[in-house]
Structure formats: structure tokens, C-alpha cells
DNA sequence: TGCTCATATGAATAAGTATTCAGATGATGG
DNA sequence: CCATCATCTGAATACTTATTCATATGAGCA
């Protein structure tokens, strides 16, 4: 016998729900980490979400390159380049080192270089599977 | 001396940019993955980078819940948790058995379990070198 | 059969996000 | 200094996405 028993409820915030299985959902929400680290780690989710944002991270893998030159990987603008390096600059996940006129970008989060590698190796191994029609570009 | 100096100009898709490195541009970009694939991959991210999305799949880690309980472990109403198992499924991320008029889910995509595992390895990590105030909930 | 319960859905609103363009900044070279 | 160049910024628009409420479906049970 247990301090709750099944399909009973249980307490959220001072608040009450039904549950069927609730030891489950205790022991599963003890192990939830914290809200704001859950947050966090969709935030950095979301600045993967993106294709272009994506892309820009991908090229920065082996060593950094230049707004322009990242533009042109990427193939966007490079006004739209620099709003994107903006927002990954703000959560630390890239880093800038001024040369003159010219921006240098580098990946500085290697969480995110570790999220990146997954994701490529993920590609790559899908893509020997059922290969897709070739639009490289 | 190279098919494309420094410095140079670069033909993509027939139109052209301008470019600084353009070896390494050419380079980074054939390594690039398919559009599509980096779509994908986008979308993957995506469906991540929300932190009730967030907190269900973590949920769902060891094994499968009923959409009540998942409601109940993640804090949100009954609705909103089945519109993002509805998103979650199409994507074929998680999968439902139905039992009678309860609706088991569980965790279908081994990729997405790996990303999550990465993800909450480092928050593990980063929550013993700076331990947040706790908001466990 | 008719009621209740778990889940699913649709439609509407609200909130967030990307993309673009015009212009600002600040370095370089003449 | 002046003109040019790389990058950055702000503001406006257009999209996408989350959240909510009301209602639908369909199983179990009386």
C-alpha cells in the first residue's frame, strides 16, 4: 500500500488532477529536471530550428568564417546573416572576433557542436539508408 | 594557384557574391547536407524547442503514459497535451497504443531519444558545476 | 439505451519569429 | 577628408506557432 494509490489524484501546485497511474507520474516528475533548465534547453532547441540558422552553425563546424563569407555558404542575405549571428551571439553559442572591417565567427558552445554532430551523423546515416533524390543545394 | 582566388567572386546558383575566402567557401559548401535534409533536421529541432513538447518527451523517456498522466506530469490541460502528441505523432516521434478510451503514448524515434539524452546529460552537468535556486517544479 | 469519461479535434485568438529594406557605424584606401 | 566597403541595427511586414474554449468521438458502464 503506498501514500497514493492508483487512479487517484494527486496534488500540482496546491492544485488537483486525475492520474491513472499515480506512482508513475510522482516518480516521473521527480525526475523532471528544473523548469528554467528545461526552458533553457528548449531555447537552444529553437535556435537550431531554423534552416538558415542551422546551416550558418554547420559551416562554422571546421573553423570560422566571415559574415560574407558565411552569406554566401548559406546562401541568404547579408543583412539576414547578421541579424541570425546576432541571436546566437546574445546566447553565447558564437563568438566574434573583429579584424578591421571584417567579422570572424566562431561555434563557442561545444553543447551545441555535440547537438550538431548527432544531427549530421543522424543525416548522414538516414541518407545511406533510403538515399534522397540529389538536391545538394 | 587555385580554380578561384581569394577574394573573388563565386557562382551560386547562377548568381554570384562576394566572398573573402572563396576556397573555403566552396569547401564548406559541399560538405553542406542536402536542403532537405537540413529541413529535417530544422524540423527535429523544432519539435523540441518547446518546453512543454520538451517536458513530455522527457516524460515519456522510461516508458509509456496515458495522456492523462502525461497532462498531469507536465502541467498542462488534457488539450493542450493532446495537441502536442498530435504534432509529436505526425512526426512520427511518438507513437499511441489505445487501450479501451485511454490512449498510451510512447517515445517511437531513437534520435530523438539521443538528443534528449544529450540535452538533459547537460543540463545534468551544468546544474553540478553551478547549481541554479532551486524551481525544481 | 443513455450517461460519463478519456481523448481528439476545430476554430479563434494571441504571441512569437523570420525577412526585408533603409539607414547607421566605423574601418580602409585613395 | 571623402568614398567605399563590411557589418550592424531598427522598424515594418508577413508568417508561423501556441493556447484556449467549445464541441465531437467513441469506449465503458449502469
Known sequence: MNKYSDDGVVAVDGCTAKVVDADRVVAVRER??????????????GLLSDPNRLRLLVALLDGELCVCDLAAVTGQSESAAS?????????RIVVARRAGRMAY????????RLLLDVALAHIEHTELLHPERDGTT
Open 105 to 112: 565567427y566562431r561555434l563557442a558552445d561545444p553543447h551545441v
Open 32 to 45: 523532471m529536471p528544473a523548469a528554467g533548465d528545461l526552458a533553457d534547453a528548449a531555447d537552444v532547441f
Open 83 to 91: 541579424h541570425a549571428l546576432r541571436l546566437l551571439r546574445a546566447h
